[in-house]
């Protein structure tokens, strides 16, 4: 008898610890802010970086235009090394390099087709933005919402803001509008950073960096908050 209640005892010290454990890590995930870095332009060409990181960079992962994602924890790269071929014969290398700079020259061109259609598809999400808010009947859910989303803004704004953005919609009226829009959020207009409106021509052309700190405890508090509005979710299918 003594022998089980040893067993049960031990039973419930390892569950009792692998439960505190668990609540221990997930306060961690909701508590301790996310930090992200995003730079980016599309002036001469289109480039983006993002990073994210986690509990100062024990947990990091970043993410550029061409593809390239990388996990790192304790700064070590998580995923698979490509190794290296050694070639003995000095023609076997010569065609190498042929091959790898016809596979360069491949990725450039795809690059390029990458980058132009997302600066179309940027144009195509601009209008659609603007659209959204000359319709009067969505004015009662931007109202309904106004006061969560100034509150979630508050917590995603970035601290710090460096770059510059013009922009233009190729319509006075849609650009005077889409500027006093964006004067509602301060976050735009801090010092090192530039929002030029272009009221003559249609263009969206940025170039900057942007960081700041999130903790998911308020992302998931909204996130609940619009799963559970029927109004808001046509809202977002609307603009997706």
Known sequence: MLVVLSILKWLGIIFLVIVLLFLFLLSLIL?????????GENIDEI??????????????????????TCLKVFGIPIGKRKKK?????????????????????????????RAKKEKKSHKNYFKS?????????NWSIIKKFKNKIIKL??????????????FGTGDPCNTGLLTGLISLFPVFFQKGFEMNPDFQNKIFEFIGYVK???R???????????????EM????????
């Open 153 to 166: 803004l508050k917590y995603l704004v970035p601290y710090k803001v460096k770059g510059k953005v013009v």
């Open 31 to 39: 508590f301790v802010p996310v930090r992200y870095y995003v730079k």
């Open 85 to 113: 071929k050694t070639v003995s014969h000095a023609v076997g290398s010569e065609t190498e390099e042929i091959e790898s700079a016809k596979i360069k020259s491949a990725e450039i061109k795809s690059e390029k087709k």
């Open 233 to 240: 979710m046509k809202v977002i299918k609307k603009l997706i």
């Open 216 to 230: 998911l405890i308020r992302v998931l508090i909204f996130a609940i908050h619009i799963l559970r509005d029927k």
């Open 47 to 68: 480039q983006y970086f993002v990073r994210i990181s986690f509990l100062f960079r024990v947990v990091s992962w970043s993410y550029r235009l061409n593809g390239k």
């Open 212 to 214: 700041g700190k999130i």
């Open 129 to 137: 933005f603007i659209d959204f808010f000359k319709e009067k009947e």
